[in-house]
């Protein structure tokens, strides 16, 4: 993120009362991509949420010189429910955005906007992926949960979707889209984590299920902000012992069919 807004969010994981939640990599921003590469790290997104209107637009103009700057980045943008985001989103594509980010619990909005439905109409056009916080956890919002964005799919059936926290802690409620819908994914950030496990654990019920979506799910981390040492997010998917293959697809596979490299925009 912008280093000013980078800030904000560490302030905001610095007041929390319980739990708490020490940023494990606190690092300048040359230090955190040695750091990416050092763990073998080939392709990764940089994503961005706006919080307000007026927002989202200066983001993706960031999102992508940030990825000129950074070869191993993917151009990443997001969105905000405001009068020309369908203009500014379809501009960013065009300049070359290949993800974006929704948080539907920090931007405290609802997807179904009317606003926002040529946004969602042409990233699934588009067949970009779009990572979207729409789970309840770890505080619900107004428009969290899989009611709201599940109408957005029943509207845009074929939109990337990757659910970010497998969708904690509605998990079954998540996986169920993803076996519903084609391009619906899952993020395995902070799910199976320690941490998380205390707070939302995953149930050991639904295991089967998350081994025959191998296909959709996808590693993520929200590295640098996380309370733990990145390593443990792998070990922690290890000891679910789904396999060999499982993991395989999971860490590497599924992302970079995602990440694929984009092509050259038309000019």
């Not at 690092?27 to 007026?54: C, F, M, N, S, W």
């Not at 909005?109 to 956890?137: I, K, Q, T």
């Not at 509605?170 to 993803?178: H, R, S």
């Given at each position: 993120?912008?280093?000013?807004v ?20 606190r ?25 307000k209107a ?33 203009g ?10 290949r ?5 539907v ?14 946004v ?19 505080m ?6 899989p009611g ?50 205390k707070?939302?654990p ?8 998350l ?13 640098p ?12 998917l290890?000891?679910l ?12 596979e ?14």
């Amino acid at each position: 993120m912008p280093e000013r807004v980078l800030r904000k969010v560490w302030a905001y994981f610095d007041a929390l009362p319980s739990p708490r939640w020490p940023i494990e990599y606190r690092l300048d921003q040359a230090a955190r991509l040695e750091l990416l590469a050092d763990l073998g790290v080939i392709r990764h997104t940089a994503l961005l949420y706006p919080h307000k209107a007026a927002m989202a637009e200066w983001l993706n103009s960031w999102g992508l010189a940030f990825a000129r700057e950074v070869p191993n980045c993917v151009p990443t943008g997001t969105f905000f429910p405001e009068p020309g985001a369908a203009g500014y989103v379809r501009a960013g594509l065009a300049a070359g955005l290949r993800a974006f980010k929704a948080h539907v619990q920090v931007g405290a909005y609802d997807p179904r906007d009317p606003l926002l439905d040529d946004v969602w109409g042409a990233l699934a056009e588009a067949g970009v992926p779009v990572v979207c916080h729409c789970g309840s956890g770890p505080m619900p919002g107004r428009f969290t949960g899989p009611g709201p964005i599940g109408e957005v799919l029943a509207r845009h059936p074929s939109l990337t979707l990757v659910v970010a926290h497998l969708g904690q802690p509605e998990y079954a409620e998540f996986l169920a889209l993803a076996e519903t819908y084609p391009n619906v994914h899952l993020d395995t950030t902070m799910t199976f984590t320690d941490f998380t496990e205390k707070l939302a654990p995953f149930p050991v019920a639904l295991r089967p299920r998350l081994r025959d979506q191998a296909d959709r799910i996808v590693l993520g981390t929200d590295y640098p902000n996380i309370p733990y040492p990145y390593a443990h997010q792998i070990e922690s998917l290890v000891r679910l012992d789904l396999g060999d293959d499982w993991l395989r697809r999971v860490l590497h596979e599924n992302g970079a069919r995602l990440l694929s490299p984009a092509s050259t925009p038309a000019s």
